[in-house]
């Protein structure tokens, strides 16, 4: 099923505005080099190993340069790759090809890193009960492609922005007063926007544990960097009531102690915050 942030609107602005700010006024290089009537073809080649990304986006990116380019697809999102590879070819007016190129390979080559490393966590927990999760540390402007990214990969996406999910962190537990404070005041705010948004309450001890489950009223509770032998007590603890999200300084070394301590889902940040861009490259070929 597709995530609900992918709506046809959000991939046609976002492709909107990135090629504004990389076209501007018009490329004057191809503009200038390359006859209006050449038509040319180009290959995306492969120069790495990993799970391909950002297909379905790249028939879109070049559809809105220019709609009488065709794209051949021979590798779809989610498909293992190797270097030599080619992913897709694309035919017509080489000025629209070279001018969407960039663009493209900005696109899959990070949207393909992210899948590639969602990839490889998700199989270091599998055959546990646990989901790997993304965050909502992403670039400015591209999270709609990071997140789509992580899907693609085999994980699950978290709240996509601070408007669709409530989650109390730390600072909101602070400034509200406490666990209890934090709770009852935002439900009564949801209440009474009448908005019946899930709620999720991060806790930093079993002593917070215990009061959220005092409290109630919560859809998940997240266990913030505490350690195995904590988390397996408050799994313990919650007994299944809510589900239970693992976050904070996880690391490959550690993921899989985390999952078998029995939480529901895994947030790991360095999903979209540092992951290495998978090497693509578009070359002319023969027609």
């Not at 897709?88 to 080489?94: P, R």
């Not at 949207?111 to 992403?138: F, H, Q, V």
């Not at 996880?250 to 899989?256: F, G, K, Q, S």
Request: some cysteine.
């Amino acid at each position: 099923m597709q995530p609900a942030y992918l709506t046809e609107q959000a991939i046609e602005q976002f492709i909107r505005l990135a090629l504004a700010e990389d076209i501007g006024e018009g490329d004057h290089s191809t503009l200038g080099a390359i006859p209006v009537t050449k038509i040319s073809k180009a290959n995306l080649l492969v120069k790495d190993t990993g799970i391909l990304a950002g297909v379905v986006l790249t028939k879109k990116i070049f559809e809105a340069v220019d709609h009488s380019l065709h794209v051949s697809v021979f590798k779809n999102d989610g498909d293992a790759i190797v270097k030599g590879d080619i992913a897709l070819a694309v035919t017509g007016k080489a000025q629209s090809i070279l001018m969407a190129e960039r663009l493209v390979l900005n696109c899959m080559q990070r949207m393909s890193g992210i899948a590639t490393y969602t990839n490889k966590l998700c199989n270091l927990i599998e055959g546990t009960s646990a989901r790997l999760m993304d965050t909502r540390k992403t670039t400015p402007n591209f999270r709609l492609m990071e997140k789509w990214a992580v899907a693609i990969g085999g994980g699950m996406n978290h709240r996509f922005a601070l408007y669709d999910m409530v989650m109390l962190k730390d600072n909101h537990i602070d400034m509200a007063g406490g666990v209890r404070a934090a709770i009852e005041q935002v439900k009564a705010y949801l209440k009474r926007i009448n908005k019946p948004l899930k709620i999720e309450v991060e806790t930093r001890t079993l002593a917070e544990v215990e009061e959220v489950l005092q409290v109630g009223g919560v859809d998940v509770i997240m266990l913030d960097n505490m350690s195995t032998g904590q988390m397996l007590q408050a799994v313990k603890l919650i007994g299944g009531r809510f589900k239970t999200e693992a976050s904070g300084g996880i690391t490959e070394a550690t993921l899989r102690a985390v999952a078998e301590c029995g939480v529901d889902y895994i947030s790991v940040g360095a999903l979209t915050h540092s992951v290495k861009s998978l090497d693509l490259s578009l070359k002319v070929s023969t027609l």
